[in-house]
């Protein structure tokens, strides 16, 4: 077995993680074809028999047997945050190297993510998330999260002793995350999204009912992601719609993910859109024609201010207004025209769309036209002068000043 992962440790290596992976697929992308030993062969098998989950739990637990008790969740998990702030060498072969240590830790891994109690698969699933917003992903962690979803779906249909809905609800979005931040999007997931389905409304009929805080939470996760199916979004929207929305501050958390759920379904889920029942098309226009305020409207930055000033120098109203769940500070809602200050921010390795290009995204497609205005470019003019004839010369270019 410790030949078998270590030669599984530098296999998987070679290969970045995919946005569609599933079990079925190992055997296709990660076993390069000089893996073909008698005993790596035999382990192929019988993980594509029985299960690649079963099958390694069964040969890690017996491996482990062998040689004393697993690593702790506490030292694993700090073990894993080490590595990710260490620098990787340039010799991947390096013993002493990130890469090298990784993969000697890669029994007790596969141990702790696949045996013992959820919360603490959970918190390894997420230190080892961390792992995959390193730049490049050069660690092979697309494999572990296999492992930990084929067993993970497999305890799903029953609540455990003393587990509620809202805490499931809660677990599902940190899994949904943890895959979100590494990269990873493999069919076998649709089991969680049949899991919503399907078992969520017994466990309300059997208990009490999931609070619409946790259903808003994991059906925003689930559409912010890009991990989700239409008939879990259905279920989660209707247990938010048993609460009347009376009830929710305009300016509460709540508020601002239905208002990002209701913007995201009609300009990026048409086929999710397609499959809402009446009720619950009803409630996303209510929540569209709500009032909601942000208290970021207010908050002013060096580069909203001054931009704002100069920009009324020209005779743009600069105006602020909130539109679904998004903050305009400096904008022109009859002509319905936003200049938007981009902050400086560092973004996370790996995003798909970072949440300034949504943004400019989703004002564009209900016909707003968005102007950015970067801080580090704001930041390079040195004097009054350069910062108005830069707005000039951006109005100008965007049509709209004419002398």
């Not at 990710?84 to 991947?92: G, M, N, V, Y």
């Amino acid at each position: 077995m410790a030949k078998c992962s270590s030669a599984f440790g530098r296999a998987v290596r070679t290969v970045r993680p995919t946005r569609s992976l599933s079990v079925s697929c190992v055997n296709q992308l990660w076993w390069p074809s000089n893996l073909a030993s008698p005993v790596a062969c035999s382990h192929l098998m019988q993980g594509e028999r029985i299960g690649f989950g079963r099958y390694f739990a069964a040969q890690v637990a017996s491996a482990e047997a062998a040689v004393g008790e697993a690593t702790p969740v506490g030292e694993l998990i700090s073990f894993l945050q080490e590595l990710r702030r260490a620098p990787l060498s340039e010799d991947e072969k390096d013993p002493e190297g990130p890469l090298a240590r990784y993969d000697a830790a890669g029994t007790s891994l596969q141990r702790r993510l696949i045996d013992g109690e959820i919360s603490d698969r959970v918190s390894v699933l997420k230190a080892l998330a961390e792992l995959g917003t390193v730049p490049g992903r050069p660690f092979p962690i697309a494999v572990h999260f296999l492992f930990f979803l084929e067993e993970y779906v497999d305890i799903l249909e029953t609540l455990r002793d003393g587990e509620t809905i809202a805490d499931r609800a809660t677990e599902l979005r940190e899994v949904l995350l943890c895959f979100h931040r590494a990269g990873l999007s493999p069919d076998r997931l649709k089991q969680i999204y049949a899991h919503i389905e399907r078992d969520f409304p017994q466990f309300e009929a059997a208990s009490a009912l999931l609070p619409m805080p946790a259903a808003v939470q994991l059906c925003h996760t689930m559409l912010a992601t890009g991990l989700s199916s239409p008939a879990a979004v259905l279920v989660l929207l209707r247990s938010a719609l048993r609460e009347p929305l009376l009830h929710v501050a305009d300016d509460s958390q709540e508020l601002r993910l239905l208002k990002t759920i209701e913007i995201l379904i009609r300009l990026d889920y048409l086929h999710t859109q397609e499959q809402m029942t009446p009720d619950v098309l009803e409630y996303l226009s209510v929540i569209r024609d709500l009032r909601y305020y942000d208290r970021e409207l207010r908050r002013e930055t060096a580069l909203s201010y001054q931009m704002a000033y100069f920009l009324r120098k020209h005779g743009f109203p600069a105006k602020r207004k909130m539109l679904g769940p998004y903050v305009l500070k400096v904008c022109d809602p009859d002509e319905r025209i936003n200049f938007e200050p981009v902050e400086e921010r560092n973004w996370r390795f790996g995003l798909v769309e970072e949440p300034p290009a949504r943004k400019k995204r989703h004002l564009e497609a209900v016909g707003w036209r968005c102007i950015e205005v970067q801080a580090a470019t704001w930041r390079n003019l040195p004097t009054y002068d350069a910062k108005a004839g830069y707005i000039r010369q951006l109005l100008k270019d965007s049509e709209l000043l004419t002398l």
